[in-house]
């Protein structure tokens, strides 16, 4: 049994996703940000950054969403949801998700949080929203060569993961949904019942 630490929405919808993906059981704990909850002691102890996702497996608090989808796919290899060791997707499975871990999902947090970075907030914000457009180029080329999922021909945690951090995209300048690849990939990652159910429980609203 597994526990989540989550807030609607946040980088936790990869990890809730991928839960109900591999059919494993768990269950939800709600850390309200907007209160301030993340900066409390008792959630502190579970999680120094302050951030969500927490996972606690086997009784162990476990953090970094990407880290906890590849590690839920190790675990439920019957669920089929990354290629595992020595099989030919392998190497672009974990360029991919490193890729959205490294160079993404970071410019989404400076988008949202720009205090962080010291400096002119807007500059900021202008600099992560080319990053993040750059980002859905590169991918949207990618699923126009070799789709219909990330990996090509067979769904993986990676594609959850664009798709959380694309829905982030709803209000910048240029959305991912701009580019047609990646709008089908949205439609196909969104009609899935794993990823239904987690929108539903969170309570997020229709998106795309
Ligand atoms: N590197 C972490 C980042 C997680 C993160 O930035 N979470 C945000 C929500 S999407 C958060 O907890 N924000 C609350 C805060 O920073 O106060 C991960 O990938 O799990």
Redesign the pocket.
């Known amino acids: 049994m597994y526990t989540l630490h989550y807030?609607p929405?946040?980088?936790?919808q990869?990890?809730h996703v991928a839960l109900l993906e591999c059919g494993a059981s768990h269950r939800l704990e709600r850390?309200d940000?907007e209160g301030?909850q993340?900066?409390g002691p008792a959630y502190r102890a579970l999680?120094p950054?302050?951030?969500?996702?927490t996972l606690i497996v086997d009784g162990r608090p476990q953090?970094?969403?990407?880290?906890?989808a590849m590690l839920l796919a190790e675990r439920h290899p019957e669920a089929a949801l990354a290629p595992m060791p020595g099989s030919a997707q392998r190497a672009d499975y974990l360029e991919l998700m490193l890729y959205l871990?490294n160079s993404v999902?970071?410019a989404?947090?400076l988008w949202?949080?720009p205090q962080?970075a010291g400096g002119d907030p807007t500059a900021i914000r202008n600099a992560a929203a080319a990053r993040i457009e750059n980002a859905w180029r590169h991918l949207a080329t990618r699923l126009e060569s070799a789709g219909p999922w990330l990996l090509g021909d067979a769904f993986s945690v990676v594609d959850v993961y664009a798709v959380m951090l694309m829905r982030?995209s709803r209000h910048l300048p240029r959305p991912a949904l701009a580019f047609a690849p990646l709008a089908d990939l949205a439609a196909r990652v969104t009609a899935r019942p794993a990823w239904r159910h987690a929108a539903e429980t969170e309570g997020l609203p229709a998106w795309p």
């Open positions: 807030a929405g946040a980088a936790s990869l990890v850390v940000l301030g993340q900066h999680n950054h302050g951030h969500v996702p953090h970094e969403c990407a880290a906890l871990a999902q970071p989404f947090r949202f949080y962080e982030w």
